[in-house]
């Protein structure tokens, strides 16, 4: 599986950002991978942010974690074979680079996570 994520740039605090997340895979396989987001700011931990579990639709968040909870929404195209961030009232804390990933299970791999490139979202002040 290959991701490729795409959007973030710049933002002001207060303003919307909408990342995508391409998969190499289409049809049943997409509809059925599980997508997460995470991001990493300068100088701490790569942390999860939201994401869908495998073969539905329904948003999870970080257990005990309200920080985007409410402002952040995850969405899939299976058309498009594309998962999507909505992001909205953003604040200076949600710059990071943004990472999406698949966690796979296969018989013969056992769990392999898959990464898209990290994009750059700047929130400013």
């Known amino acids: 599986v290959q991701l490729q994520a795409s959007g973030g740039g710049l933002v002001q605090t207060g303003g919307s950002a909408s990342l995508s997340c391409t998969a190499s895979?289409?049809?049943?396989?997409?509809?059925?991978?599980?997508v997460g987001w995470f991001r990493q700011a300068p100088g701490k931990d790569r942390e999860f942010v939201a994401g869908?579990?495998?073969?539905?639709?329904?948003?999870?968040?970080?257990y005990h974690e309200d920080s985007v909870k409410g402002r952040f929404t995850v969405s899939r195209d299976n058309a498009k074979n594309t998962v999507y961030l909505q992001m909205n009232s953003l604040e200076p804390e949600d710059t990071a680079v943004y990472y999406c990933?698949?966690?796979?299970?296969?018989?013969?791999?056992?769990?392999?996570?898959?990464w898209g490139q990290g994009t750059q979202l700047t929130v400013s002040s």
């Open positions: 895979v289409s049809g049943r396989a997409f509809s059925r991978l599980p």
């Open positions: 869908l579990r495998w073969g539905g639709s329904n948003i999870y968040y970080p």
């Open positions: 990933n698949s966690n796979v299970w296969t018989p013969e791999r056992g769990s392999v996570d898959y």
